[in-house]
T-cell receptor, first 112, second 114 residues
Framework: EAQVTQNPRYLITVTGKKLTVTCSQNMNHEYMSWYRQDPGLGLRQIYYSMNVEVTDKGDVPEGYKVSRKEKRNFPLILESPSPNQTSLYFC???????????FGPGTRLTVL | AQTVTQSQPEMSVQEAETVTLSCTYDTSENNYYLFWYKQPPSRQMILVIRQEAYKQQNATENRFSVNFQKAAKSFSLKISDSQLGDTAMYFCAFMFYTGNQFYFGTGTSLTVIP
C-alpha cells in the first residue's frame, strides 16, 4: 500500500530535549516536505526536499533541521524544542513538486 | 511570502445542496499552480483538485469544480450535491510555476448538515 508514515503520532516532551520525528514514504517520490498546522494559521511549510541531499527552507524553518540521506526518509529534528513549537506536524511527498502531495497521518507534538 | 486568503473560516450547507468556498491569492507571476486540499476529521489531507494557471479551462473532479478567475486572482471551489462525507476543513494552496515552495491558506471549515 502506497503511504507516508510518521512516527511518533503523539509526543509530549519538555523544553530543550532534542527530538526527531521520522517520515518515510514507499512511493519512490522525489519531493518531500514538512508542514506545521496551527489553529487560524493553516499549514505552513517548514522545509522541503527536491531529492536526496537537496533540502531548502520553507516559510517557518527556525528551530528545525531536516536531512535527506535516503530518498524514502525525511526526518524532522528539533534540537532544542520550545513551547511555541507545540503543533500538529505533517510530512508529505509527491512524485514531482507540483504533483499530488500524499500526506502522513500527522504528529501531535506538545512541548511543556 | 506568498499570500493565500480564505475569507470564510466556517461554512455550512444542507445535504444535496451546492456550496462555494472562496480563495484569493496575491502574485505578480503569470504561471503557477493552485490546489484545493481536504482535511476530514480523521486529519488525513487529501488533494481535491488542481489547476494550472496557464490553462483557461476550469478543473473538474466529479462533484468538485473550480471557478478560476486569473485576472481577479480568485480560485473558488464549488461542491455540488453535498454529502455528509464532505464535512472537512478545506485548504487552498499555491505554488509558483518555477518554485518549489507551497503556500497554504488558513482553511475553511465546512459542515454538511443532514
Amino acid at each position: 500500500e502506497a503511504q507516508v508514515t510518521q512516527n511518533p503520532r503523539y509526543l509530549i516532551t519538555v523544553t530543550g530535549k532534542k527530538l526527531t520525528v521520522t517520515c518515510s514514504q514507499n512511493m519512490n517520490h522525489e519531493y518531500m516536505s514538512w508542514y506545521r498546522q496551527d489553529p487560524g494559521l493553516g499549514l505552513r511549510q517548514i522545509y522541503y526536499s527536491m531529492n536526496v541531499e537537496v533540502t531548502d527552507k520553507g516559510d517557518v524553518p527556525e528551530g528545525y533541521k531536516v536531512s535527506r540521506k535516503e530518498k524514502r526518509n525525511f526526518p524532522l529534528i528539533l534540537e532544542s524544542p520550545s513551547p511555541n513549537q507545540t503543533s500538529l506536524y505533517f510530512c508529505a511527498s509527491s512524485a514531482d513538486r507540483a504533483d499530488t502531495q500524499y500526506f502522513g497521518p500527522g504528529t501531535r507534538l506538545t512541548v511543556l | 511570502a506568498q499570500t493565500v486568503t480564505q475569507s470564510q473560516p466556517e461554512m455550512s450547507v444542507q445535504e444535496a445542496e451546492t456550496v462555494t468556498l472562496s480563495c484569493t491569492y496575491d502574485t505578480s507571476e503569470n504561471n503557477y499552480y493552485l490546489f484545493w486540499y481536504k482535511q476530514p476529521p480523521s486529519r488525513q489531507m487529501i488533494l481535491v483538485i488542481r489547476q494550472e494557471a496557464y490553462k483557461q479551462q476550469n478543473a473538474t473532479e466529479n462533484r468538485f469544480s473550480v471557478n478560476f478567475q486569473k485576472a481577479a486572482k480568485s480560485f473558488s471551489l464549488k461542491i455540488s450535491d453535498s454529502q455528509l462525507g464532505d464535512t472537512a476543513m478545506y485548504f487552498c494552496a499555491f505554488m509558483f510555476y518555477t518554485g518549489n515552495q507551497f503556500y497554504f491558506g488558513t482553511g475553511t471549515s465546512l459542515t454538511v448538515i443532514p
